[in-house]
T-cell receptor, first 114, second 117 residues
Framework: DAMVIQNPRYQVTQFGKPVTLSCSQT?????MYWYQQKSSQAPKLLFH???????NEADTPDNFQSRRPNTSFCFLDIRSPGLGDTAMYLCATSRDLAGEETQYFGPGTRLLVL | AQSVTQPDIHITVSEGASLELRCNYSYGATPYLFWYVQSPGQGLQLLLK??????LVQGIKGFEAEFKRSQSSFNLRKPSVHWSDAAEYFC???????????????FGQGTILTVHP
């Protein structure tokens, strides 16, 4: 089945220790998104890629970076995680960047910063 | 800027009872509207979406939603709830063409549904 895959599903890291989360898709979609979802909150968009074009949300901290080496893969790098970065990180894809496009979500990576 | 309000943080229903989850949006025109469901520890799955036309939209798992422009609402309904429907439900708005929000979803805070046997 075509899908969005995230690895790892659970990640524990120490305060300040860099961490990388991975997302891959078999949908061949042009757009890939990264969301942060804290406990009992709505998903919050961090950034997205349209093909190779990177678009950062204005309020996304500089601590968060992303790479998209090819169509299928996208990575979220947290350079110096703080305790407040403990959250679920969701990757999503869509065929195109348009308001009517359905976003397809992966299962998420639950990150715990100690 | 667009926004979404889900007034009910937590709803509890008995299995077999009917369900309505409320969603109100704020947007300058008719938005694209979505309902997603998130089971514990999982990603979001699309239940249904509204773009235009018939204001009553059918989705997966027996869910439907009705767009009411006059009330800026897009409430989700199911006539008979099953225990497996217990999850968190998110309403979301997608902007139409133009502006910096195009192609992005704005989510409501979510409604947690508990189903009693």
């Amino acid at each position: 089945d075509a899908m969005v895959i995230q690895n790892p599903r659970y990640q524990v890291t120490q305060f300040g220790k860099p961490v990388t989360l991975s997302c891959s898709q078999t949908l061949n979609h042009n757009v890939m998104y990264w969301y942060q979802q804290k406990s009992s909150q709505a998903p919050k968009l961090l950034f997205h890629y349209y093909d190779k074009d990177f678009n950062n949300e204005a309020d996304t901290p500089d601590n968060f970076q992303s790479r998209r080496p090819n169509t299928s893969f996208c990575f979220l790098d947290i350079r110096s995680p703080g305790l407040g970065d403990t959250a679920m990180y969701l990757c999503a894809t869509s065929r195109d960047l348009a308001g009517e496009e359905t976003q397809y979500f992966g299962p998420g990576t639950r990150l715990l910063v100690l | 800027a667009q926004s979404v309000t889900q007034p009910d943080i937590h709803i509890t229903v008995s299995e077999g009872a009917s369900l309505e989850l409320r969603c109100n949006y704020s947007y300058g025109a008719t938005p694209y509207l979505f309902w997603y469901v998130q089971s514990p520890g999982q990603g979001l799955q699309l239940l249904l979406k509204y773009f235009s036309g018939d204001t009553l939209v059918q989705g997966i798992k027996g869910f439907e939603a009705e767009f009411k422009r006059s009330q800026s609402s897009f409430n989700l309904r199911k006539p008979s709830v099953h225990w497996s429907d217990a999850a968190e439900y998110f309403c979301a708005v997608g902007a139409r063409a133009g502006g910096t929000s195009y192609g992005k979803l704005t989510f409501g805070q979510g409604t947690i549904l508990t189903v009693h046997p």
